[in-house]
């Protein structure tokens, strides 16, 4: 069973102005950028934190730490996966004591990632507040768990999937919604 391109969902400039716009949320919500700080969750979610914290530092002229955190032991579903699974790596720059924390990720589903995100945060140390980033919002949660910032809200059917390609991982920019065959 294949998958079928249904429809695009976010071109380089929609991404762009999600991307900006995230960004400029960031700092509303947290009155500043004092003791913020960005992890991209691995893959895609890094880049993202990367982009917004350059927008950040374009408008405030400040640079915020900007770290990746790899998931891959904190996944609920670790047993199910290859029986050795591929670790990223993890750099967080900062230490997460007392810091507002954004977790940045590309697509948010069941809510699973974002827990498992907090679980490893939490093995860190104890930041003030933990909020999340997400370019799209899927829908279909199985966790109470809701993004703090969105570049786009996209309702799908489970038979549905959202592939977000970034010039950094995937060589292009864009986002689209395929379906199973």
Same mark, same amino acid.
């Given at each position: 069973m294949g998958f079928r391109k249904k429809a695009e969902i976010m071109d380089e400039t929609a991404m762009g102005r999600a991307i900006k716009r995230i960004a400029h949320e960031v700092i509303e919500r947290n009155k500043g950028t004092e003791g913020l700080m960005l992890i991209g969750i691995q893959r895609r979610g890094v880049p993202l934190a990367q982009r917004i914290g350059a927008h950040i530092q374009r408008?405030? $002229?400040?640079? =915020? +730490? !900007? $770290?990746? *955190?790899?998931?891959?032991?904190?996944?609920?579903? *670790?047993? =199910? *996966? #290859?029986?050795?699974?591929?670790?990223? $790596?993890? #750099?967080? +720059? /900062? #230490?997460?004591? $007392?810091?507002?924390? !954004? =977790? !940045?990720?590309?697509? *948010?589903?069941?809510?699973?990632? /974002?827990? /498992?995100?907090? #679980? /490893?945060?939490?093995?860190?140390?104890? +930041?003030?507040?933990?909020q999340l980033a997400v370019l799209i919002d899927r829908g279909h949660r199985e966790l109470p768990i809701r993004a703090d910032y969105v570049g786009k809200n996209v309702p799908t059917s489970h038979l549905e999937t959202i592939a977000v390609n970034l010039t950094e991982t995937d060589g292009r920019e864009i986002v689209e919604l395929f379906e199973k065959n």
């Open positions: 408008e405030e $002229g400040v640079e =915020l +730490p !900007v $770290g990746t *955190l790899d998931i891959t032991f904190y996944r609920d579903d *670790l047993s =199910l *996966l #290859d029986e050795h699974p591929q670790v990223k $790596g993890t #750099d967080v +720059p /900062a #230490d997460v004591n $007392g810091k507002h924390v !954004v =977790l !940045v990720d590309d697509v *948010l589903y069941t809510g699973r990632t /974002a827990r /498992a995100a907090m #679980d /490893a945060i939490m093995d860190m140390g104890r +930041p003030k507040t933990i």
